[in-house]
């Protein structure tokens, strides 16, 4: 099996228990449960995810030498992830985000931003690895000064190494000064060392200011321009919709680093759509999107077939909102397809 980094956005997610039609009008006093916290981003899920899955992926990332650092760094060993590249700084607090997640609704996020804007991928070292994902650059400033060089520098150092690349989007606030910033742009200029992509159709969307997705040809179309910019490997994900995987020709497949270069044609010219796997428990949804990544991530890396990677994407982040493990036996079963 390869070795996998997985660098970008970390933070810590402060999710209070709330009853569903919870109410927020000024001035009132409302009831609620006890408050969970856990370290959260892309690089904490991802990382949580594949360490299930029996990898051992390295860290990167940047905290606060504050308390809820502290707690980022507890809790991530706790959970026996590796943190030797998660830095600290003491010039910024540790990112957090409120989880806004009423019983049986989806969530909302109150987001800090705090040390990510300190990340710039410089100190991310790519030596023995074989595949590098990062995520969320619109939630780590420091990856987007200068129209996006350091995120472009991060991704050509690594494919300049062998290393297949790998990167994840987050919804873009149009208001913010973040969504203000010339996304095609960035996008143009990255996608250039990027193998592999697993988006969400709202970060598309939201990134590319695009028009809302209604059918399965809109699905290859976003896939299809993000395929043009330069990627082998997209998966964009329509939550409850399930997901599509597309894949550029073998050509550029042989292009894609150690890992793309070992699949062989099968994985050439793909497309599959893979419906959602339906979740009678749900526990969370928070994380479910960077769950389906850890699942595309592990069948390429494992050499699955692109049916079977496609489907463990789904069953990985239906665990993940069940807040359950995948078993051996789904494991032995996506290999045998």
């Given amino acids: 099996m390869y070795n996998v980094a997985v660098a970008g956005h970390i933070c810590l997610d402060l999710t209070p228990a709330l009853p569903l039609g919870i109410g927020m009008l000024p001035g009132n006093l409302y009831d609620i449960g006890g408050m ?3 370290p959260g981003g892309c690089i904490v899920n991802v990382g949580a995810a594949l360490t299930g899955l029996g990898l051992a992926p390295k860290l990167w990332g940047a905290i606060g030498e504050d308390d809820f650092g502290e707690i980022v760094l507890r809790e991530v060993e706790r959970m026996g992830l590796r943190t030797e590249g998660i ?12 989880v806004i997640e009423p019983a049986g609704m989806n969530r909302t996020f109150w987001h800090h931003t705090g040390a990510n804007r300190s990340f710039d991928g410089r100190f991310v070292e790519t030596d ?97 321009e993000l395929i043009a910019k330069g990627v082998a490997v997209v998966m964009v994900s329509a939550g409850e919709d399930g997901l ?53 991530l592990y069948g390429l890396a494992a050499g699955l077939s692109p049916t079977a990677t496609g489907d463990f994407a789904t069953t990985v982040a239906q665990r993940w909102i ?16």
């Fill in 36 to 38: 969970a916290s856990r």
């Fill in 128 to 224: 023995g690895t074989d595949l590098l994902h990062v995520g969320y650059p619109s939630l780590v400033p420091g990856l987007l000064t200068e129209g996006g060089a350091p995120l472009e520098n991060v991704m050509r150092r690594a494919r300049g190494e062998g290393v297949t690349t790998s990167l994840d989007l987050a919804v873009v606030d149009p208001d913010s000064a973040i969504g203000r910033l010339d996304w095609h742009g960035i996008l143009d200029r990255a996608l250039t060392e990027v193998d592999v992509m697993s988006p969400s159709v709202d970060d598309l969307t939201s990134a590319l200011e695009s028009g809302p997705v209604t059918s399965e040809q809109d699905l290859i179309a976003l896939a299809d």
């Fill in 244 to 296: 599509l995987l597309r894949t550029a020709g073998a050509e550029r497949l042989t292009q894609g680093g150690r890992v793309l270069q070992s699949l062989g044609t099968e994985w050439a010219d793909v497309t599959v759509f893979v419906p959602a796997k339906e979740c009678d428990e749900i526990a969370t949804t928070n994380g479910a999107g960077d769950a389906a990544t850890a699942g595309l």
């Fill in 322 to 337: 069940q807040q359950r493990e995948v078993t051996a036996e789904e494991l032995a079963a996506a290999s045998s397809v």
């Fill in 87 to 98: 830095l600290r700084s003491p010039e910024a607090h540790t990112s957090y985000s409120v």
